[in-house]
């Protein structure tokens, strides 16, 4: 069973920043990409950041520059590192990993629980 566990989220003020984290555990053979979407009530989900297996990281505009992806492999983990933070960042943030969870399985995304981003005016 794997479960991907995440934490960081609160309230801040605008310009402020927060770090994000979200560790998969469990069996896992391996992973290949990473990252994070998240949502607003009413509104699709929206891809904030995603990592591959090797590093290269993609942003959306409205998050270039100021968010940043980064994984620690030997610890499963994937962190979003939010500065600049603006109110219409407010939204839940989840995070999301394409695992293989032994030798023979297919790859399957698996999802964080969310945590909330909350940043005021």
């Known amino acids: 069973q794997v479960q991907l566990v995440e934490s960081g989220g609160g309230l801040v003020q605008a310009g402020g920043s927060l770090r994000l984290s979200c560790a998969a555990s469990?069996?896992?053979?391996?992973?290949?990409?990473m990252g994070w979407y998240r949502q607003v009530p009413g509104k699709l989900r929206e891809l904030v950041a995603r990592?591959?297996?090797?590093?290269?990281?993609n942003y959306p505009d409205s998050v270039k520059g100021r968010f940043t992806i980064s994984r620690d492999n030997a610890k499963n983990t994937v962190y979003l590192q939010t500065n600049s933070l603006r109110p219409e960042d407010t939204a839940v943030y989840y995070c999301?990993?394409?695992?293989?969870?032994?030798?023979?399985?297919?790859?399957?995304?698996?999802w964080g629980q969310g945590t909330q981003v909350t940043v005021s005016s």
């Open positions: 999301y990993a394409v695992i293989q969870p032994h030798q023979v399985s297919q790859m399957t995304v698996y």
């Open positions: 469990g069996i896992i053979f391996s992973i290949n990409a």
């Open positions: 990592i591959s297996s090797g590093g290269s990281a």
